[in-house]
């Protein structure tokens, strides 16, 4: 019976491959491959025993249906492989998992996994990045109103939103790759990470499996490779999958039919938007990216509790870490894909934006002719009361803002009408935002060229 959606509706198969359960024993059969080699290779086990061992691990001899028989009897999974592995590896077998603990390979075979994982939320980040890239660049200089606690607020551009959705997906490759040093490491030093079992040549060992792997090695590990690195992991793809969500929210309020600045892109041929009001189109991708964002974001709190263990380590970790990952790493790129999908085919309703500019009746410019009257010589805050003032009467008379300030003998006295004019429109009063949203569409691209 399937139960938990990754299973049948959320999730891409190229991600749920790489942590499957398939995958992990897979990536644990390396492991202890790469234990026995390194064995041989100081001199601890023979080569050949050693290169018997290792091709069995690579081979398909060992299957997961014949661990999860051998599991029914021990109760113990990694113990169920080892022996499995023995089965076939003939008189070789002696020398399997020689001087480890379950969690060397468990963590070590995880550290595999995370790595082929990252480097899949690393790709989507880099397209994610420059599907935005170009969707600012083409409207770096569409000029819409900027809203702050749900109000107008002043002009900007709407390339210069999605530009700062760039800025902070650049951020979270950074953190990636700073995060990938520490999460992706491996111990191969026994109960307590003392290495005593594996004897004086311990440090050689552990050095060359990670080697092999292309692995970090944890430094002073306990049982287990320490869970400070899992749990930074978890937060940064819940950040990434939150910052989506905050994308997400923008798409599905700006599609709002009272502000229909832009809406998700929408099959007119075939695609429903509800089954009882025909002519609805919802943002339901976004819709589905806020409510998996949620999800994500609750595994950082379990994965930041796993820290806290007892001693060297005890096994509350361990049933809850089977979850936190794998959901994490699938959401997450699940989102990722969406949020690309719902970019690249977003529509952007420029008359919309210019039309809901107009509703303001100038009030938008506000700021900008308390800054002009400065400019002309009055105080600043003598500039903001009078602005203040005529904003106010404005907006209860419905009114605009530029004839009700031009009725002031003060502000008449500074501007004419023409002056006034130019001072309010809105494509005078963008500040650097085209020039910034550029700056940062060329960083993008810069950065991610090599990738």
């Known amino acids: 019976m399937v139960v938990c959606p990754l299973d049948f509706r959320y999730g891409r198969e190229e991600m749920k491959a790489i942590l499957s359960e398939e995958s992990r024993l897979r990536a644990q059969l390396k492991v202890e491959g790469a234990l026995a080699l390194a064995h041989a290779k100081v001199g601890d086990i023979p080569l050949k025993d050693a290169k018997a061992i290792a091709k069995v691990c690579r081979s398909k001899l060992v299957t997961l249906e014949r661990v999860k028989r051998i599991e029914a009897d021990t109760k113990h999974d990694v ?18 998992h020689l001087g480890a603990t379950s969690n060397d390979i ?32 083409r409207h770096k200089n569409t000029i819409m109103v900027a809203r702050t606690h ?50 004086r040549n311990f440090l050689k060992v552990q050095n060359e499996v990670m080697k092999q792997l292309g692995l970090g090695v944890e430094e002073v590990a306990t049982q287990i490779v320490c869970r400070d690195r899992y749990a930074e992991l978890a937060c940064l793809l819940a950040l990434i999958a939150s910052a989506c969500e905050r994308y ?49 974001r ?21 049933s809850a870490e089977r979850f936190i990952l794998p959901h994490l790493f699938v959401l997450t790129d699940d989102i990722l ?5 719902v970019f690249s085919g977003l529509e952007v309703h420029e008359g919309k934006m210019r039309e809901n500019i ?51 003998k003060k502000v008449a006295k500074l501007f004419t009408r023409a002056e006034l004019e130019e001072v309010m ?27």
Request: with cysteine.
């Open 150 to 199: 749900g109000q107008f607020a002043i002009p900007t551009t709407f390339g210069f939103k999605i530009a700062g959705y760039v800025a902070e997906m650049l951020r979270f490759q950074e953190r990636l790759k700073e995060v990938r040093k520490r999460v992706c490491v491996g111990k191969m030093s026994g109960a307590v990470g003392t290495g005593a079992a594996l004897g």
């Open 337 to 341: 894909i969406k949020m690309d999908e």
């Open 79 to 96: 113990m169920a492989m080892v022996q499995a592995i023995t089965e076939k590896s003939g008189p070789a077998g002696r020398y399997v």
């Open 298 to 318: 609750g595994f950082a709190i379990p994965a930041i509790e796993d820290m806290n263990l007892w001693h060297e380590r005890d096994l509350t970790n361990s």
């Open 358 to 408: 107009e509703s303001a009746n100038g009030l938008i410019m506000a700021e900008a002719v308390m800054i002009a009257m400065v400019g002309k010589g009055l105080g600043r805050q003598d500039a903001h009361a009078i602005v203040r003032k005529a904003s106010l009467k404005a907006e209860m008379e419905g009114a605009h803002l530029l004839d009700v300030l031009l009725a002031d």
């Open 248 to 296: 997400a929210t923008e798409v599905r309020n700006l599609q709002r039919s009272e502000i229909n600045e832009v809406a998700e892109g929408f099959d007119r041929e075939k695609q429903v938007g509800s089954s009882t009001m025909a002519q609805k189109r919802n943002p339901m991708l976004s819709e589905n990216v806020c409510g998996l964002a949620r999800i994500a």
């Open 425 to 451: 429109d809105p494509a005078s009063y963008l500040g650097k935002a085209p020039e910034m949203t550029m700056r940062a569409v060329r960083r993008a691209r810069s950065s991610l060229k090599t990738k």
């Open 106 to 137: 468990v963590d070590t075979a995880m550290a595999l996994e995370i790595k082929r994982a990252m480097a899949l939320i690393d790709k989507d980040l880099a397209q994610f990045t420059l599907t935005l890239a170009s969707l600012a660049e």
